[in-house]
């Protein structure tokens, strides 16, 4: 519908009409005006498959939904460091949305793995904001190229699920737009969303809901927004205010009394009556978006659908170690221990479950293979070492020829609404590989998880892969990689820290009362463990390959160029090992000087391709301003430092393989705002500034250096330099102290120095 039209429309509509609208009907659908043909449209979760509930309604997976394919979740997919899989994931799921009548898919949910604690870690991508906004990105431009709407959430700093309805997240500005903002803004900025979620905490004390400054002034003003904010099921906390800041829609129905609140408030002039109809304007604008692009013909073929997540979760699985024992032989005699053999944990809890249609567990795919022996060894309903399970399944392992131990966490671990408690895994599990692996010297273990987990018994076994919560075709995925039918290409969207304590989070989560203070900063995840030089279990982007790829040939665009410029940045990646595969090229950025605190380096690009035995290709990045920048709150604005900064490529964060120095030189001059308490140090940045102080202090001769010391402290044992080292930290006032200068004298000084 045209905007004109469209404002016909609401020109039509009474103002109870037009408040209704700003609230769904019930759980899942918007609001419909039969009177004028305003259709209502139904909203389903997300986001790695359809939730659709035709029964009865819940936001935390309680109740059943409609049979759908449970793709790989977030903490996968970002593993695959690939934006066109996520694409095609995202052209099944629209499609799946089109036959299904949903105008909206929930997700991608985008928030920062700020601790591995979190509970709803499995949903979301990674420690790294450039990471998790491609991602989302990636996803979002799948789902609406078949003109389905997304929602990318929990906006803002949802970054826990303990007290997530009122605990207030208190973070800083460069914190907030290097990390958390950041998450959102490439994907925002790129892909369009047309809907965002905002979350239910609050950060720096306003509601997510009522916060004009991130509702408004960030996501629409900055970023170019201009679909409709939705509230996160029953996040409204004060339905004026948060339209006023920029909240549209209401989720789900506040049973007519917030709409109400709504229509008094513009009877009262409270509320302008514009607001509203902008808000009921966006809402509408993206009804009709979908309800005029609906396709027909689109069908949701469930068991096409579970291949496609098949294809995923190949790309979603990490090997994490590999002391040459995979791929497996085929023939061999393999034990597949452990109850996630046959039942994998491929999914966690809450609003994402999705109600799978069928499950391919890895002994599914054993099924006819006389190879594979089977013994569940360890049950996890309760974490109880079972004797009779361990003993049949250290007898099997005895038996064969290697074992495969598929591990993890059971869902009681980990879920939405409430935080893990620890990074364990299960104490009955990491036994059963202990004694597995006391009598068995080829272990492999699997893992099922949405977190990083400690991983005592890493020494004992001589293979690790990661399947994530690899969705509802995992055992397929896992089959093919353990025997090698498949390649494994993911890396680590995030550091596995050796232990909870290491976490910058660590002393800060999930804070105290309802207030959580992000202390580390930009410091999260491998910034931190980078700066700290501190070992890890596997660094954030580390993934092996059943072949090797070299690197060479780095080429940049220029070697010196303005903040202004952009780069372009080549180098050529060779399969040079004897199986076909797909590598991760990374690209990272370090600000070799600053006079600010930065990390040691930064995720800035990345790039999935795919190489057969000993082909090359040449991968190219564009970097821009955004890629040497650090946030400046002066400024409020992204500002270059000119320096050297090196441009590095690498297999993982931990392992940087080429590197080139570049100059960048900035076009934008900080303000320098003088006071009486600049110090000397700051002050003689300017030649001319120094020169002017320079002659105010000359009458001070207990002020100024002075060779040979006399008139001075007198002290013979302080040199020219040890004085010029002491005053460096001096304010400008310091010179009323030494009688030089009386104060209004250095009010005089400091209004000369500002009009430089
Ligand atoms: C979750 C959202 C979800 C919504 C609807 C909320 O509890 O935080 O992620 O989309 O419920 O189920």
Redesign the pocket.
Known sequence: MTAEKLKELIAEMTLEEKASICSGADFWHTEAVERLGIPASMVS??PHGLRKQDDKAD??GVNESIKAVCFPAGCGTAASFNRELLTEMGKVLGNECQAEGISVI?GP?VNIKRSPLCGRNFEYYSEDPVLASQIAGALIKGIQSKNVGTSI??FLANNQETRRMSVSAEIGERTLREIYLAAFEGAVREQKPWTV?CSYNRINGVYAAENKKYLTDVLRDEWGFDGYVMS??GAVNNRVADLQAGLELEMPSSGGSNDRLIVEAVKNGTLEESVLDRAVERILNIVYRYEENRDASAVFDRDKDHEAARKVAEETIVLLKNDGILPLQEGKKVAFIGKYAKTPRYQGGG?SHINSHKVTSAMDMAAGNPAISYAQGFCDEEDKIDQRLMEEAVECARQAEAAVIFAGLPDAFES?GFDREHMRMPECQNELIRQVAGVQPNVVVVLHNGSPVEMPWIDSVKGVIEAYLGGQAVGGAEYDILFGKVNPSAKLPETFPLKLEDNPSYLNFPGEGNTVEYKEGIFVGYRYYDKKKMDVLFPFGHGLSYTEYTYSNLQVSAEKLKDTDSLTVSVDVTNSGDMAGKEVVQLYVEDKVSSVIRPVKELKDFAKVELQPKETKTVTFKLSKRAFAYYNTQIGDWHVESGEFDIMIGKSSRDIVLTKTITVESTVELPVVYTADSIMEDVFKNPKAKEIVMKVMEGSASFLPQEGGEGSSGAEAISMEMQEAMMRYMPLRGAVGFGSATMEDVQALVDKLNAL
Do not use: I, R, T
């Open positions: 979760d997300g936001h935390l929930l949910a959430k929990h979620m996160d099921w609003s939405e």
